[in-house]
């Protein structure tokens, strides 16, 4: 198949092959009645997540009690601060989705190649993501019916210790309060889901687009006076104006690339680093809970699903962060590897141009600082691993 070179005829996005999370999500609806929705799920969350809290100040002064009661924080801690940020950032989250739809090229204008490359990167990372959705119903499934927190004496097992003015230990309020409990998991798993599929929606069609944008490079003069040799093909007008149409298209698409990658690092800085942070916290905690808990083979079952869970999460920003620095930075091969020396000066300057705007790749930071890449992963396993050793010396744990 030919490269079809938009100037053409119009090849917006008319095949997002990622169009089922774009439907399953409907973040833009912030702006209407669903914002209602969001509103009541943060403040519901906020409350109950009070009252689990206001709970393990009661255990400060029961170090391992504390850290089994607080398994489950960091998953409603940045569920609110997820919601927030999709809330009050709500104009970006709809200049992702319509530039997507508007703006972006379809996946065949390329050609076969790029586009099955494409599918395979978008492959990889839904794989992720379905574990990750996965994984979240397993351990809700698992805490419905299984407490991963011992009860104090007289208390009926719940998936978890909440502080509440009234008793809750007689029928029917007991099970009201287990169905409260097991939907405010559900609606922290959903917020943290949300925040993490629109961050992969978004970054995987960047990806995609710079993967489109490079073979246009690399072949910009290609079926364009084939017939002449070289020397014809740099006296011709014909042939540099009809390249400098498609080196134009190409920069102005680079612009957008670059805008929207801009807009994505912002978006995601002020989350990124709070959700290190809790990463790193859940898995110390969790790995430190299923070091102690001998013979409790249910309890370290949903402990270790729960770690699973969160390093997929982690997977799901780390691995799109980095193939976006590389296909970001690949532009530059692509321009070296056209047929710039045909070329006259004033395409040449534009070319140097974009290789100007091409070196510093899209980098995906936490807080502005920390660059989000694949052996963050490593990292951050290996020292929960040192922390969860100086944690147990620290409690005398054998």
Known sequence: MPLIYPEEGEYRMNR????????????????????????????????????????????????????????TYPLAIMAVLKLQMLYLDKKRVQYFYDTVLNEFWD???????????????????????IGEVGGALVILFFLS?????????????????????????????QEIFRVIMMWNLLL????????DALFFYATEHLIAQFILLKELLENIAKNIMEEKDDCEKFSS???QNKVYGRLRLCIAHHVKLLKF?????????????????????????????????????????????????CIIELAIYAIPASDLQVECLSVIDSII???????????KKALTFMLINTQEPIFIRAGGLYVIDNPVIIEI???????IILLRALTGVD
């Not at 929705?37 to 009690?65: D, Q």
């Not at 990124?272 to 859940?282: D, E, R, S």
């Not at 396993?381 to 922390?387: C, E, G, N, T, V």
Request: aromatic share 14%; glycine share 4%; proline share 6%.
């Open 16 to 71: 997002d092959y990622l169009i089922y999370i774009r439907k399953c999500l409907q973040l833009h609806g912030f702006d209407g009645k669903k914002k209602y929705v969001w509103h009541a799920t943060f403040i519901f969350i906020t409350l109950l997540s009070c009252g689990r809290l206001s709970y393990a100040f009661r255990l400060i002064n029961e170090p391992k009690m504390l850290v089994e009661i607080i398994v």
């Open 237 to 239: 007008m014909e042939f």
């Open 261 to 309: 990658g801009k807009n994505l690092q912002e978006f995601c800085s002020v989350i990124l680093l709070p959700q290190m942070l809790m990463t790193y916290a859940l898995l110390v905690i969790n790995g430190f809970v299923i070091s102690i808990s001998n013979n409790e083979l249910a309890k370290v079952f949903i402990l270790s699903c729960i770690s699973g869970a």
């Open 145 to 173: 019916i299984i407490p991963i927190v011992d009860m104090p004496g007289g208390k009926l097992p719940l998936p978890f210790i909440n502080w509440t003015p009234f008793d809750i230990d007689s029928s029917p309020i």
């Open 107 to 129: 996946y065949h204008i390329a050609g076969p190649r790029p586009e099955a490359e494409i599918k395979r990167k978008h492959f990889r990372v839904y794989l992720l993501f």
């Open 337 to 347: 590897c056209s047929d710039w020396y045909l070329f006259r000066a004033p395409l």
């Open 188 to 195: 922290s798993i959903l917020s943290n889901m949300f925040f």
């Open 381 to 387: 396993l290996q020292k929960a691993f040192s922390a």
